[in-house]
């Protein structure tokens, strides 16, 4: 449990007041498990979150099962969740098909999954960067004529297991095509976890030029180098206010074997507070949910301020 007026808050000049975290656990942070967790848990793991005050779940992926068997129960585990507002659980889906098969359960915020490097859209797609940005646009035209929002994955953003560094230009234009293709919001992956503060700076500045405005942005960090919370500070100081994160630090990319756990939505919030920085989370109450579910997965969160505070129970 988290000691009384811990984290002291030290509010520090030029950051937001709030910020909404975009909770992944659910299903970036379990798709790469190797043994199928259960419905019903996968149901209470996101009803525990949901409870913890995270205003955005991500619940699962409408992706054909043969690619991630991790999420083949969709139209099962969609139904367990009834008794939430759909606005707070967005879900994958990866072409029409699977926006048909997520409209047809009442989801009412979904989201595409692209890239800025050719070598991942093939692994990950099966296409070009371009092909892929083409079969997203009927799926984004039909989710928005029926209200839905829709959000834009961007994968390697800073840097790609088979091509190294990504030119920043490179990232921008993709960008600048999933906001023409009519997305509301975009989350820019750090999917391999290479990137440093002065990248992701120089990254938000140049979508900035290019007429892509700071609240359609979120940040999507992977903590490979240890990095996750210097890239979200500098993220911050832009003034980003939506920041992805996942319950006990879970999850990877089943398509780039180099990329390990997602920044851990306990450590993100342990600074956010202590920055002063609202999230309307509670943190005891994640942090009692991601060790609940590190015991059904049989292993320990990477998380250090999950582990530090689990320790003092």
Partial sequence: MTAAGLPMEMPAQGL?????????????????????????IKAEFIHRLAAAGLPAVEATSFVHPKWVPQLADAEQLFPLLGDLDPNRLPVLVPNERGLD?????????IAVFGSATESFA???????????????APVVARAKDAGVHVRGYLSMCFGD?????????????????LLDLGCDELSLGDTIGVATPGHVRTLLAALNEAQVPTPRIGVHFHDTYGQALANTFAALQHGITTIDASAG?????????????NLATEDLVWM???????????????TATSVWMAGVLGR?????????????E
């Avoid at 098969?101 to 915020?109: K, S, V």
């Avoid at 990504?166 to 095509?177: F, G, L």
Wanted: hydrophobic share 35%; aromatic share 2%.
């Fill in 161 to 177: 297991p088979w091509e190294g560094p990504v030119p920043v230009a490179q990232t921008v234009r993709v960008c600048r095509a």
């Fill in 122 to 136: 093939q692994a990950n797609l099966n296409r070009t960067v371009d092909e892929a940005l083409a079969m997203f």
């Fill in 249 to 261: 630090g879970l999850g990877g990319c089943p398509y780039a074997k180099s990329a390990t756990g």
């Fill in 272 to 286: 956010l507070h202590g920055l002063g920085i609202e999230t309307g989370v509670d943190l005891d109450r994640l």
């Fill in 101 to 109: 098969r997520a409209l047809a359960l009442g989801a009412r915020r």
């Fill in 16 to 40: 937001p007041a709030r910020v909404r975290i975009h909770e992944v656990g659910a299903r970036d942070g379990l798709q790469n498990e190797q043994t199928v967790v259960p419905t019903e």
């Fill in 300 to 312: 320990p969160s990477p998380s250090r301020t999950l582990r530090a505070l689990s320790h003092q």
